[in-house]
T-cell receptor, first 116, second 111 residues
């Protein structure tokens, strides 16, 4: 596709349920990031993939959060046993570069997650 | 810890007035990027600055990177209602591959 695609756009779940958020990056983009954005704040880094390899997961807030990118393209962020503090917008971004820190990142529209 | 700070958090201006947002890093950055996020939208890349003291212009927007590569600014001349949104600076701290974003400046332009 022309841009980064995320689904669903909105997700409402009850506390304790598991959720899965999908990201389809721009075709050919090597680097993929997941960010969490709270209301009124900047995106905060969760995890980074280079192709299928998860090179950095230091931003994942707990072991309830898990991300994968098995074929080096589509990625899924899974949150188990959701808590109210997990409510946020989850943004996916991709970059063409293998060293993405000095290249623009292209963001998807995000998934707005609300935990009741 | 290492962080990227931005001020002001909010700015309301009358259409036609100028606007500036400032970004400061606790450490030297290899580059700094600016993004704009419209209400309800996602961050969109505006520009990247790499060199010490670099100045870049995009129409009414002027971006500067400080001499010490620890601070940056975005200046908008004669704001328009289309400039409404939140402006974020972001840079890689240390050897990180990911960007650390500032908390953003939310710009409101009153017609």
């Amino acid at each position: 596709g022309a841009g980064v695609s995320q689904s669903p756009r909105y997700k409402v779940a009850k506390r304790g349920q598991d959720v899965a958020l999908r990201c389809d990056p721009i075709s050919g983009h090597v680097s993929l990031f997941w960010y969490q954005q709270a209301l009124g704040q900047g995106p905060e880094f969760l995890t980074y993939f280079q192709n299928e390899a998860q090179l950095d997961k230091s931003g994942l807030p707990s072991d309830r959060f898990f991300a994968e990118r098995p074929e080096g393209s589509v990625s899924t962020l899974k949150i188990q046993r959701t808590q109210q503090e997990d409510s946020a917008v989850y943004l996916c971004a991709s970059s063409l570069a293998r060293v993405p820190s000095n290249q623009p990142q292209h963001f998807g529209d995000g998934t707005r997650l609300s935990i009741l | 810890g290492q962080q990227v700070m931005q001020i002001p958090q909010y700015q309301h201006v009358q259409e036609g007035e100028d606007f500036t947002t400032y970004c400061n890093s606790s450490t030297t950055l290899s580059n700094i990027q600016w993004y704009k996020q419209r209400p309800g939208g996602h961050p969109v890349f505006l520009i990247q600055l790499v060199k010490s003291g670099e100045v870049k212009k995009q129409k009414r927007l002027t971006f500067q990177f400080g001499e010490a590569k620890k601070n940056s600014s975005l200046h908008i001349t004669a704001t328009q209602t289309t400039d409404v949104g939140t402006y974020f600076c972001a840079g890689p701290l240390g050897s990180a591959r990911q960007l650390t974003f500032g908390s953003g400046t939310q710009l409101t332009v009153l017609p």
